[in-house]
């Protein structure tokens, strides 16, 4: 099994919520910093997540049927832009699982 680079992972999480682009009222931290809070930062990565699996199905729907626009190759990029968006996240989100596992494990 390979190893997660933690560090290009987050990079990667945060060019994607960039992309998003919530309203700056709700990825404001609760300090009022300017930054975004992690729950908001993880809900958006998890809509891109959402958005691009829509926008590879809309596609491949497109493409199926006969669409005269519908470009093949560009079906396929979307449509495996979208399967590695949902294997990151998959991965984010046993990550999480793992280090939330660690925590409740430590002695106090």
């Known amino acids: 099994m390979s190893t997660i680079d933690v560090n290009n992972l ?12 919530m309203p700056e009222t709700a990825a404001q931290a609760p300090s ?3 930054q975004a809070n992690f729950s908001s930062l993880l809900q958006r990565s998890i ?3 959402g958005n691009s699996q829509m926008q590879a199905g809309q596609m491949a729907a ?17 449509v495996q832009k979208a399967d590695l968006s949902l294997r990151t996240a998959v991965a984010v989100q046993s990550k999480l699982v793992d280090a939330y596992k660690d925590i409740m494990n430590m002695s106090v």
């Open 10 to 21: 987050l990079a990667q999480m945060r060019q994607m919520t960039a992309q998003v682009r």
């Open 32 to 34: 009022g910093g300017g």
């Open 47 to 49: 809509s891109a997540v």
């Open 62 to 78: 497109s493409f199926e049927r006969g669409d005269p626009g519908a470009d093949l190759g560009r079906t396929m990029i979307a």
